[in-house]
């Protein structure tokens, strides 16, 4: 079913992409800000990691001498990666053009390259920490796969697609009602964005000690421009899992085809919900502990058997 | 029958499910307690909306009395029994954790699967949460098995007969008042027994791993 | 009507009083008084409804027929019997110190609560009831079990508990399924779980229902009869339990759980309209005779090897019960009664053995005929009675129930003479020298108690040879009632 390439579908789009490219790092510094709150520490200032970026991008980027192309391509792979995911996910409307090319499914083939990348590159130098780190991310990343996929089925069941669109519409265009599958899996799909965006208690974004680090350990050896695509990606990442899981659980408010003048109501709705959004994960990263390495796997495969539960819920109790 | 109190049944239905996958991958004590607690809350509030739903009043009497016993009055048992035992454990499971939580998985099919026919039966509103009933008491069947120590193994008792009780209200429209009573005592007098024991347990081993409890083997 | 409220009211008394009262030293003959009074209201009991028929009373909740009658009487006599049995054991136990006050006064009390259970269980008409004292019978005898607090006794406890816990709880599930099907009957309101409501309806009852409903009760009722696979905690129960609690586990627990089986079983008899829960019963009986007989032969401990015997004899009735018909179903019943008098009075014997020798291990116990005649005698006789030897009753019973079974399921009736022959071979082996051979213990401060073991062991030997006619009858109308 693809959308016809009418001016308001492209606008809705280019608006997505600005929107995302341009404002996940806010979605970031919020998250820093209310963390800082939460632990009653004086917060940083809301632009900081505009003002990281600008700095890291106006630094010379140095690589080591036997780093391969690869090296050198991955910021742009997984950049390209995390924008294009955030283009086909529907928060400010499903009315995208790009989204008819790509499911669900596809988007977790998307962020899987992204991770084979990242992973490579962190191998290529050969450097322990960045082996340490790319080991143990492929360790999550297998684990954490399976449960978003078990996530999604439960929405697909419950909507009968696979394309995000078609999923947000549907579920927004029903009377309010209580799923328990769908409480499931977004119990379980937190978990999964915890683990994939390399939040506590899987993993701490602000560490400095680098045995217990798993995405930094990957990026150390990244500078300059190069470090600034990969944090802005990270950034982006983290704003495209929120927004996936605004869509498959709390889709109201998002514009549909045909009205165009919704994309001025969708706009502060979806503001809304990320700033709600982004305050919950920080107080989930506060009340939660880091866990042992050997423990996350006990944590995915709880997120696994939740989403899988939530789908045997809704096959027997046909809710 | 409106469905909203329908769909409250199946929220809490599958809530009660997921605290039964909840402790069956807690490792410390006081936190299975306190799950305990809040599937005897779900439990009242299932059965408080049945009462309201289906408009029999004897409901009522067996979601308070399960409030009195299973939310306030063996929580607070378990808790002092805790504290005089001073138990502070990191319970290593037989199995380990993704492991049991498989088998749980399985468990949960196989519970459907059997249920299933049966609750094509039943003329309660509530008859698709039997499968979730059986599922539960395979759960802590489950959760009894696998545990070493003797206070996971009594709460996965107890659980046991949460389970139960769900399965009484979801499948009929709730047993006899006069047995409910019964089975409330029986409860109630088996935690006595429970604890006494444990005291005796502790007394004669010094610890209340059940595992120094195998001695009497085939030979 | 007065004879029911006080079968049922004097033993909740006893428990009560003896609550308080149970370190005296009198206490031991107001436990007997208070179990003489049972048997005198059941005997009542019995008399009246053999002349008058099944009553149902209290608003349908009461229901005595012949079938369970003939249980209640048998209980209480049983209980008597081994309070009378407790006076001198349980005095030699305080002397030696293994009995403090507050236990004697536990011992007491749950004795007299758990007669009260088991008169409970089989006089009730309320299938929740039924579960509910069942449960209360476990409890009362759980901390008796592990009232020496040796290691060993606290194990047997734990298991006694949780594995009986879990099993009753299955019971429990089928018991809610039952009431599921009577419900669509009989609707809503507490007369769905009534047993006369249930079995005139029983033709209507939703047969998968049914189906499922029995196989739980029959797993749940089924752990506390003893069937392998479920019988762990039987062995160790007994063992280390005192043995006035042997006897009665051993004596009335099982029976009553299998009087509870065979209430599941006409209903769904009468639900299925074929074999289903005849043919389980045949299996777990034959599977329990069997793996018993095997077990049987390797135990050190006297009263383990008296409680694999339990086990053997339980499947033996189940088996009886399963093939169904009126002569299996009359063995079944005849069996139970002698059984339950050989078994108990074996177990006084052996109490007073081990107490003797002051240990369980057979191969320390010698010469009991040398040191007190009337206990090596009384074990022989036991002995013999049990393992089926003519001229007592469970020689003919076992007669009766091999010859059904050999027109009915001829290729058991090898794994059946098989396992009785094991069983014969070593039980009779580890009692010889136990009873005659060289020894040098002395007798006992107090006499034992002789009177009860060789009453058990007269009637069992009176049921072997000449049933009386009023017996006749009673078990006839029983097991009609079973629906053999």
Known sequence: MGAALNWSGLLSQLLEIALAVLGAP????????????????SAPPLLLPYRTLHKLFNKESVVATHASPLFRATPY??????????????????????????????????????????????????????????????????????????????????????????????????????????????????????AENARVPVDNPATHLELTMIHEAMILEYSGRHLALIEWAASLKLF??????????????????????????????????????????????????????????EFLAGAFLLAVIGMLVHLLLGA | MSTLASQLINLF?????????????????????????????????????????????????????????????????????????????????????????????????????????????????????????????????????????????????????????????????????????GIALDVLVGMVILGVFMFQIREQFDSLDISHLEKLKED | MTALLLTLGVPLLGGLVLALFGHRDRALELNAGFSFATFLASAALTIQIIATGPILVLGKQFFVDPLNVLLVALT??????????????????????????GRMRLYHSMFQLFSFTMLLALLTNNMGILWVAMEAATLATVLLVSVYRTPASLEAAWKYFILCGVGIAQALFGTILLYLAAERVLGSGGGGLLWTNLEQVKQQLEPTVLSLAFVFMLVGYGTKVGLVPLHNWLPDAHAEGPTPISAVLSGLLLNVALYAVLRCKVLTDGALANRFAGDLMVGFGLLSVVVAAFFLSRQKDVKRMFAYSSIEHMGLMTFAF????????????????????????????????????????MDEIRGLVRVNPTVGWGLMLGTMAILGMPPFGIFASEFLILTTAMREFPWTTPFLLIALGVAFAAVFGRVLPMVFGETSVRPLAHPPAIIPVFVHVGLGLMLGLYIPPYLNTWYQQAVRLIGG
């Open chain 3, 76 to 101: 209480a006599f049983v209980a008597f019997n081994t309070a009378l049995f407790s006076r001198p054991y349980m005095r030699v136990e305080r002397d030696r110190g293994k009995m403090t006050p």
């Open chain 1, 240 to 297: 495209a899992y929120s927004c996936i899981g605004l869509a498959l659980f709390f889709p109201w408010g998002v514009a549909r085809a045909g009205a165009p003048l919704d994309l001025f109501l969708a706009l502060p709705v979806l503001i809304v919900k990320l700033a709600l959004g982004g305050a919950l994960l920080a107080l989930i990263e506060t009340a939660s502990a880091k866990m042992r390495i050997f423990r996350v796997p």
């Open chain 2, 13 to 181: 239905a599958a809530l009660l499910l997921l605290l039964a996958f909840a402790m069956l991958s807690q490792r410390r004590v006081l936190s299975l307690v306190h799950l305990f607690t809040l599937q005897g809350a779900a439990l009242v509030a299932s059965t408080s909306v049945m009462a309201y739903a289906t408009d029999q009043p004897h409901l009522y009497f067996s979601a308070a009395l399960t409030l009195v016993l299973k939310v306030l009055l063996l929580p607070w048992l378990l808790h002092r029994l805790i504290q005089r035992l001073a138990v502070r454990w990191d319970v290593e499971p037989l199995l380990n954790i993704p492991t049991t939580m498989l088998v749980g998985i399985v468990l949960v099919i196989f519970a459907f699967t059997l249920a299933a026919p049966i609750s094509a039966l039943s003329a309660s509103v509530a008859r698709s949460t039997l499968g979730i009933a059986l599922a539960c008491v395979l759960l802590s069947f489950m959760m009894m098995i696998t545990r070493a120590k003797a206070i996971p193994q009594v709460i996965g008792f107890l659980a046991l007969e949460n389970g139960l009780l769900f399965a009484a209200t979801s499948a009929t429209y709730g047993m006899p008042m006069v047995v409910e009573l």
């Open chain 1, 26 to 41: 806010l979605l970031t510094g919020w998250v820093n800000q209310c963390r800082a709150w939460l632990q009653n520490k």
């Open chain 3, 322 to 361: 399963g093939m169904g018909g009126p002569i299996a179903s009359f063995a079944g019943l005849l069996h139970m009664t002698a059984h339950s008098l050989i078994k108990s009075a074996i177990f006084f014997t052996v109490g007073h053995a081990a107490q003797k020798a002051g240990t369980q291990v």
């Open chain 1, 77 to 194: 792979v997984v950049f390209g990666c995390m924008a294009l995911a955030c283009a086909v996910v529907p928060s400010l409307s499903t009315d995208l053009p790009l989204a008819s090319a790509a499911d669900a499914i596809a988007l977790v083939g998307l962020f899987a390259v992204a991770r084979v990348f990242i992973a490579l590159g962190a191998f290529d130098i050969g450097t322990a920490f960045g082996t340490l780190g790319a080991r143990r991310e492929m360790l999550v990343g297998f684990l954490a796969e399976p449960a978003l996929l078990m996530v999604l089925f439960t929405s697909f069941l419950i909507s009968g697609s696979t394309s995000l669109a078609t999923i947000v519409e549907n579920l927004a265009g029903r009377e309010l009602a209580i799923y328990p599958a769908l409480a499931f899996a977004g119990v379980a799909f937190t978990m999964v964005s915890l």
